[in-house]
Every structure is written in structure tokens, then in C-alpha cells.
């Protein structure tokens, strides 16, 4: 299982923080991750301008997922 | 160094004044910036501003940042202290604190890193006008630690000017 986590506008369009998913395919990667959580939750996330994060560092959408990660979606970050 | 994200209000001189000194034993000076809450934006006067934050990743991130100032710039130390959740109009949000023995590295290190936790340290931060509420959205020109001020027509999705003492 992968744990799936959002924040900020990504949490309120789904309407939920986190997600338990099983790791789409062997060798999957972000964006697997990501089609996973919209076909789950119905809500289209792409087009927008989304971040991830795999264990808590920030990744590109092509980085690999493993069994037992955290990954994370968010917007672009506007802390400071 | 030292990274501290937490709810409460800090006070920039005592955390100074706190900070071990074994690290900076041989600085010649200090750099701080301190940030606070503006009390308006392009559209509407700002009530308060919500931070968001993604515990444990935050921590890392401004950990990771730390390691790489002392690694580019002849520097002996840094702070930064970050809030969240829901601050008022003035209210401190972050400080940055680099030691060093000579100034320029100071200056350089702490504006490398105020630059860089704006555009990786995981926070968001939401604005509470009279109107409602609404996400602060991502600013290319700060994102490009532009040192002029810059401003924005209609795009993004809140639209949103800087004067050039922007921060």
C-alpha cells in the first residue's frame, strides 16, 4: 500500500487529506499515482500546476513509487 | 543549524540572543530578515492569513536548504523559524538568521535562503478578506527571487501587485 497525501486547494477539490492506494503496477511512477487517486476520487486534477513529493522530497512526475511510500500532491508552494 | 516551524509567536532579538554559540564562535556579524503579514492585496483588504503546512516535510526542507547555504557560502551558522496557522495583519511569519565572519556572505546566504524556502519549503498560505477566503497563488517573480518589484495583470487566478519593497 502507498499512503497518499494532499494539501491546500488539492485537500478542498478532493475533499479529503489522505488516501490508502495499492501501488498501481509494478515499476509505477508519480503520474500512476496521481491517475490512481482521480480515477478513485473522480476529480481531475490534471491542467493545473501540481507539485509531488515521494518520503517527504520534493520529485518530478517521472520519479518511481515503491510499495509502502508516502507520496504527496500539492500546489506550488507559497510559504515565506 | 537550527529549523523551527511551529503556531507560536517568536521574538527575533531573543531568539537571536538564544542561539548556541559554540557555531558562531568567530562570527564577525549576522544577517536576520524577519517577514510579516501584509494588510492588503490587489483586491481586498487582508483580515488574516491561514499557513499551511506539511509536517515533517517542512522540517526537511529547510534543513536540506540550511546544508546547502553552509556548503556555498563562508558562513558558520543559520536560524530560520517559520509559523503556522492563522496570523493577524504585522504579525512575524518567518526569520532568517545566517552568522558568518565577514558580511557578504551573510547578506548572500540569508537572501539564498529566504529565496529558496519560498519556492520549496512546503507551506501555503491563505488569505482571509471580508469577501471570504482565498489561496495565495504561485508568484513567477518571486519564484525567480526577482530583487525589483514586479506585478501581474489579470492572471494568475488572484491577481496580485508587489511594490518593490516586496517580500
Redesign the interface.
Same mark, same amino acid.
Given at each position: 500500500m502507498i499512503e497518499v497525501k494532499f494539501f491546500a486547494s488539492i485537500r478542498e477539490q478532493l475533499g479529503c487529506a489522505q488516501l490508502c492506494l495499492s501501488l498501481p503496477r509494478d515499476g509505477a511512477c508519480v503520474a500512476d499515482v496521481l491517475q490512481a487517486v482521480e480515477a478513485q476520487t473522480g476529480v481531475h486534477l490534471g491542467g493545473q500546476h501540481l507539485l509531488a513529493a515521494v518520503n517527504m522530497a520534493h520529485v518530478a512526475m517521472t520519479a518511481p513509487v515503491s510499495d509502502g511510500d508516502e507520496v504527496a500532491f500539492f500546489p506550488p508552494v507559497t510559504g515565506g | 543549524m537550527l529549523v523551527k516551524v511551529q503556531a507560536a509567536d517568536f521574538d527575533s532579538q531573543a531568539e537571536i540572543n538564544a542561539f548556541p554559540q559554540e557555531g558562531i564562535r568567530g562570527a564577525g556579524g549576522l544577517v536576520s530578515f524577519v #517577514?510579516t503579514v501584509r494588510d492588503y492585496s490587489d483586491a481586498a483588504d487582508i483580515l488574516a492569513m491561514e499557513? $499551511?503546512?506539511?509536517p #515533517?516535510?517542512t522540517e526537511? $526542507?529547510l534543513e536540506r536548504i540550511s546544508a546547502e547555504a553552509r556548503a556555498h557560502y563562508d558562513i558558520l551558522d543559520s536560524l530560520i523559524i517559520?509559523r503556522f496557522g492563522r496570523l493577524g495583519p504585522n504579525e512575524r511569519? /518567518?526569520q532568517v538568521t545566517v552568522w558568518a565572519r565577514h558580511r557578504a556572505a551573510a547578506f548572500d546566504a540569508c537572501r539564498f535562503l529566504?529565496d529558496v524556502?519560498?519556492?520549496?519549503?512546503?507551506?501555503?498560505?491563505?488569505e482571509i478578506t471580508p469577501t471570504g477566503m482565498r489561496? /495565495?497563488?504561485?508568484?513567477p517573480g518571486?519564484?525567480a527571487g526577482t530583487r525589483e518589484g514586479h506585478s501581474h495583470g489579470v492572471a494568475p487566478a488572484v491577481g496580485h501587485q508587489h511594490s518593490s519593497m516586496h517580500?
Amino acid at each position: 500500500m502507498i499512503e497518499v497525501k494532499f494539501f491546500a486547494s488539492i485537500r478542498e477539490q478532493l475533499g479529503c487529506a489522505q488516501l490508502c492506494l495499492s501501488l498501481p503496477r509494478d515499476g509505477a511512477c508519480v503520474a500512476d499515482v496521481l491517475q490512481a487517486v482521480e480515477a478513485q476520487t473522480g476529480v481531475h486534477l490534471g491542467g493545473q500546476h501540481l507539485l509531488a513529493a515521494v518520503n517527504m522530497a520534493h520529485v518530478a512526475m517521472t520519479a518511481p513509487v515503491s510499495d509502502g511510500d508516502e507520496v504527496a500532491f500539492f500546489p506550488p508552494v507559497t510559504g515565506g | 543549524m537550527l529549523v523551527k516551524v511551529q503556531a507560536a509567536d517568536f521574538d527575533s532579538q531573543a531568539e537571536i540572543n538564544a542561539f548556541p554559540q559554540e557555531g558562531i564562535r568567530g562570527a564577525g556579524g549576522l544577517v536576520s530578515f524577519v #517577514g510579516t503579514v501584509r494588510d492588503y492585496s490587489d483586491a481586498a483588504d487582508i483580515l488574516a492569513m491561514e499557513i $499551511e503546512h506539511y509536517p #515533517g516535510m517542512t522540517e526537511r $526542507e529547510l534543513e536540506r536548504i540550511s546544508a546547502e547555504a553552509r556548503a556555498h557560502y563562508d558562513i558558520l551558522d543559520s536560524l530560520i523559524i517559520h509559523r503556522f496557522g492563522r496570523l493577524g495583519p504585522n504579525e512575524r511569519i /518567518v526569520q532568517v538568521t545566517v552568522w558568518a565572519r565577514h558580511r557578504a556572505a551573510a547578506f548572500d546566504a540569508c537572501r539564498f535562503l529566504i529565496d529558496v524556502l519560498k519556492t520549496s519549503a512546503p507551506f501555503w498560505k491563505r488569505e482571509i478578506t471580508p469577501t471570504g477566503m482565498r489561496w /495565495v497563488t504561485d508568484c513567477p517573480g518571486c519564484r525567480a527571487g526577482t530583487r525589483e518589484g514586479h506585478s501581474h495583470g489579470v492572471a494568475p487566478a488572484v491577481g496580485h501587485q508587489h511594490s518593490s519593497m516586496h517580500k
